[in-house]
């Protein structure tokens, strides 16, 4: 399974960006998926998860109702649509899979798969 995420760039405080994850060598459906981030000298983190079938979701605080995860399975993509942004969303963005279909949790460990992270710069 390889995961290609594309969509990242410089926006503005107050702007809107939606990245994208494109799933291939793998069918969609089976895989529940997430996106983190890693802001410079910091951590990488949980932004947000959607189960295989995109009725579980879970959202991290930090973001909950500014972006939204979005999935569809025919066309092996997933998405986030960011609103809103922040100076402090500023950070790589990273797909990420997992072969629990269910999972919506933050835990890395269970994501056996990753893309290779896009950049989203927020200016002010």
């Known amino acids: 399974v390889q995961l290609q995420a594309s969509g990242g760039g410089l926006v503005q405080v107050g702007g809107s960006l939606r990245l994208s994850c494109a799933l291939s060598g793998g069918t969609l459906s089976s895989y529940a998926m997430a996106w983190f981030r890693q802001a410079p000298g910091k951590e990488r983190e949980f932004v947000a998860a959607?189960?295989?079938?995109?009725?579980?979701?879970n959202i991290a605080d930090s973001v909950k109702g500014r972006f939204a995860i979005s999935r569809d399975n025919a066309k092996n993509m997933v998405w986030l649509q960011m609103n809103s942004l922040k100076t402090e969303d500023t950070a790589v963005y990273y797909c990420t899979a997992t072969e629990h279909p269910y999972y919506t949790g933050a835990s890395e460990a269970m994501y056996a798969y990753w893309g290779q992270g896009t950049l989203v710069t927020v200016s002010s």
């Open positions: 959607l189960g295989w079938s995109g009725t579980m979701k």
